[in-house]
């Protein structure tokens, strides 16, 4: 296998006339759900080179392995068992691959005209295999055409990444100056995604985002407004929202934003928030314009109420503050089953009992309790906590996955106690 070599983002750039192949792995996992899930940065990143005289085509793993439409555009992903890499096999868990079949891959690379280069994006730093398996495929199809990886697994494991057979990889940062992502290259798009900024103002111990996005940047609200529109025009109804601080300055940007997108659109986009708003700025007037505008999907950000927890979220909310937000979605029209509220399980230090008080704590309030089992992300400081625990967190992506991590690799918490507090948060 041969080295792989570092590109600079700035040397795809200047790629041109050239057939490019953009893809999205299948995911490797114990579980996987579509929640307006789209790789957005690679879209962005073809748009881009479309704009530099590029002949662009996609190959999402993930779509066209859909196999049942959910609601508001989600789709349900094929899914088929395969054997658990061997740090999981004390995990009394099935493990799946989403998405296309590799025979189904391989008959689609060979369908289309031959590409003169692969962009392959990844994600998730524990669904390396994915990506692994792909860049595989590609080499035994597609034997002389090189493969660039990049995406959030080459950015926040770029020595692992490495490891992986790729031809090239991309590790630093790029901010889209392109007006949307390149959603044309989807036959049909089952829903619209958009992104009002780039990174998030706060830096949460347990978060990525100033990692991945050094510097946050917000967009004009004009180009939000294109970016929409443009996925309206091919169909999209649905949008999901990528932020992580949409209502951050909101009298000035979000209520400006939604204002225009209801008059333009007189209430019939419906919109999502799978990222989570910060709920101190919901006050009434706030809940009633989500309301209004077609807001459906609403993800509160709370995480914990143990005052050692919240200095990690950089104090984001107290009690009085998510108390008051679910009372003014609620008067508003939103039912308790809409005020969805994220709670971290499984950080360092983090007791069961405060895992238990702050989900009775969101029952109290009238909001929805939706558990979030923590992930060791690299270059945080949490994950520099859990590495003092588990050293191999740092040279083992696969042990950096969620959906494992508290229960099976750390111990930190049972997979009894797990499922205790599961059914607790689903009352």
């Known amino acids: 296998m041969q080295k792989t070599k570092k590109k600079d983002i700035e040397e795809m750039f200047s790629l041109s006339g050239k057939k490019i192949l953009g893809i999205n792995p299948p995911v490797h996992d114990f579980s996987f759900f579509d929640l307006w899930s789209k790789p957005v940065g690679l879209l962005y990143l073809l748009e881009k080179m479309k704009h530099n005289n590029n002949d662009i085509a996609l190959l999402d793993c993930i779509h066209e392995g859909a196999i049942a439409q959910k609601t508001f555009g989600r789709e349900k992903i094929y899914s088929e068992e395969i054997e658990k890499p061997a740090v999981y096999s004390g995990i009394k868990r099935r493990y799946h691959r989403f998405g296309l079949s590799k025979d189904s891959i391989v008959e689609k690379l060979l369908a289309i005209e031959k590409p003169e280069i692969i962009f392959l994006t990844s994600v998730m730093t524990y669904w390396y295999g994915g990506v692994k398996e792909t860049i595989d495929l590609v080499h035994q199809t597609l034997k002389d055409v090189p493969v660039v990886l990049g995406g959030v697994y080459a950015r926040l494991c770029p020595e692992h990444a490495s490891t992986l057979g790729a031809d090239y990889i991309i590790t630093d940062n790029w901010q889209p100056d392109v007006p949307y992502p390149a959603m044309d290259l989807y036959e049909k798009i089952p829903y619209g995604v958009t992104m009002t900024s780039f990174g998030c103002p706060m830096s949460c111990e347990y978060c990525a985002s100033r990692i991945l996005w050094p510097k946050y940047h917000r967009r004009f609200i004009a180009e939000v ?203």
Do not use: M
């Open 225 to 427: 407004l294109s970016e929409i529109d443009y996925q309206k025009r091919l169909g999209a109804v649905d949008f999901a929202f990528y932020d992580d601080a949409l209502l951050i300055d909101k009298e000035k940007y979000a209520y400006p934003l939604v204002e225009e997108l209801t008059r333009r659109y007189d209430g019939t986009l419906r919109l999502h928030t799978p990222n989570g708003l910060h709920v101190r700025e919901i006050d009434s007037e706030c809940a009633e314009i989500l309301k209004k505008s077609g807001f459906v999907t609403i993800r509160l950000s709370l995480e914990s109420i143990d005052p050692d927890i919240v200095k990690t979220s950089c104090g984001k909310v107290a009690r009085n503050e998510y108390a008051t937000a679910i009372n003014n979605l609620l008067k508003a029209g939103y039912s308790t089953n809409d005020c969805e509220t994220y709670i971290l399980l499984g950080l360092p230090e983090q007791s069961i009992e405060s895992v238990k008080d702050t989900i009775k704590f969101v029952r109290d309030c009238g909001g929805k309790p939706k558990l979030a089992e923590f992930s060791p992300i690299p270059g945080t400081s949490s994950f520099a906590k859990a590495l003092k625990k588990t050293p191999n967190l740092a040279t083992e992506p696969l042990l950096q996955n969620n959906s494992v991590y508290s229960s099976w690799i750390s111990g930190d918490i049972s997979p009894k106690v797990l499922q205790e507090l599961k059914d607790l948060a689903r009352g």
